[in-house]
Nanobody, 123 residues
């Protein structure tokens, strides 16, 4: 069983930054890649970013390109999401997930999910 625990969310003003962390309970090679998704109230969960554990391949949603950066620490089984230039529309619960197979952009490609961490951006 893989457990993922996110942290680092909070309340921030527009234009601010946060660094989200996701700690995985098992060895990184159990799954090839990890992703970040977010879900705002009343909306579907949407893709934010994904990375192979090696960091060699990274993918971003168009809405966050240039503002968010995903990174991994293989030695510590950690995944980070640096979120900069935050906007009110970035307000959501952010989840990390372990990729199983298929397109990185779809929730169905991910097997394990964390409990989420809330980012609230005030205008």
């Amino acid at each position: 069983q893989v457990q993922l625990v996110e942290s680092g969310g909070g309340l921030v003003q527009a234009g601010g930054s946060l660094r989200l962390s996701c700690a995985a309970s098992t060895r990184a090679f159990t799954f090839r890649a990890v992703g970040w998704f977010r879900q705002a109230p009343g909306q579907e969960r949407e893709f934010v970013a994904a990375s192979t554990w090696s960091g060699g391949n990274k993918y971003y949603a168009d809405s966050v390109k240039g503002r968010f950066t995903i990174s991994t620490d293989n030695a510590k089984n950690l995944v980070f999401l640096q979120v900069n230039s935050l906007k009110p529309e970035d307000t959501a619960v952010y989840y990390c997930a372990a990729h199983r197979s298929g397109s990185y952009y779809y929730t169905s490609a991910y097997t394990y999910w964390g409990q989420g961490t809330q980012i609230t951006v005030s205008s």
